[in-house]
């Protein structure tokens, strides 16, 4: 068992959602995030008015799941970036897990 970490901007969420299909990823959890590229950006867009938002809109996707499925959502996943023309590519990473209850 592995932990699978994606984050992708809100263009792609629905991308995402049909590549953990494709990959038989079925059970996983996913958040609002709002993404940064550097530290200049965030005091750019920080905002006396409470309202307003800074970062790009975005998504974290994290599933706790086998190796076979991890490799074929990478693969997928890096089919998806070659396709695709953006500053903001769907990154992955995996955490290896030691122990789970």
């Known amino acids: 068992m ?19 299909k494709e990959a038989k990823i079925e ?7 709002d993404g940064y590229k550097n530290a200049a950006s965030l005091v750019m ?7 307003t938002k800074g970062g790009a809109e975005s998504n974290l996707f ?11 959502a990478f693969e997928l996943i890096k089919g998806f ?3 695709i023309v953006s500053n903001n590519p769907v990154k992955a990473v995996v ?3 030691e122990k789970y209850i």
Do not use: A, R
């Not at 059970?27 to 995030?33: A, G």
């Open 2 to 20: 592995k932990l699978l970490l994606v984050t992708v901007v809100e263009e792609y969420h629905d991308d995402v959602l049909q590549l953990f």
């Open 27 to 33: 059970s996983f959890s996913e958040s609002d995030i």
């Open 45 to 51: 867009t920080s905002s006396w008015f409470p309202g």
């Open 62 to 72: 994290f599933s706790f799941t086998d190796e076979d499925k991890i490799d074929k």
């Open 81 to 83: 970036n070659n396709k």
């Open 95 to 97: 955490l290896p897990i």
